[in-house]
């Protein structure tokens, strides 16, 4: 109940945060800009995930929303899906998949118009951890997760899209222990 409680806290301060842009623009003030895009990878399973699970693969979409009149605020909602293998080594066959999203509050450390710009980043999310056997049974849980990461975004050219370089440790407190990992993707984001 306490990380529900936690999860609905980060949202309404997301909420809180874009509101008053929000309201910039309808009053004709300075509006903040949007940013998209969609990015894969590989994910690097840590702790006892890794004990079981081998390297895998991780894709997702993302938006950012940066801040009117911070120039270097933002906030990001995301949505990744990532696949892992199980160790046959150590246990049986079979796969881990991850679907979920994550809202985060970005704070970059050069302006918009650097040729390339270091973007930090933490934030609060729901996941679907799915661990399915081969010939045997599978279990799912739906947790609540958090993360923390960086990126960089090379311009390409002179138009608005940017190459993306990121990894973000992510841990779902999934029963026993937590299920945490860390992708590292590569992506495009188009938009202002």
Known sequence: MKRLGL???AMAL???IARPAM????????????RYGISGGIVMPMGDYNTIDKL??????????WLAGTGNIGVRGDLSYSQTSHDEAVT????????????SFVYALNPASAPA????????????VKIDA??????SESKIGFGGGAAVAFKLGTGS?????GSRFTSVSTSGSSTTFLPITVGLTFGK
């Open 7 to 9: 999860a609905i806290l």
């Open 117 to 128: 710009r270091i973007l930090l980043n933490a934030g609060l999310g729901f996941y679907n």
């Open 134 to 139: 081969t010939g045997g049974g599978s279990g």
């Open 56 to 65: 895998g693969f991780v894709g997702g979409v993302g938006a950012t929303y």
């Open 92 to 103: 049986v066959a079979g796969h881990t998949k991850i679907i979920g999203g994550m809202a």
């Open 14 to 16: 997301c909420v809180a």
């Open 23 to 34: 309201a910039q623009r309808r009053a004709g003030g300075a509006m903040g800009t949007l």
């Open 161 to 165: 899209t940017r190459l993306v370089v």
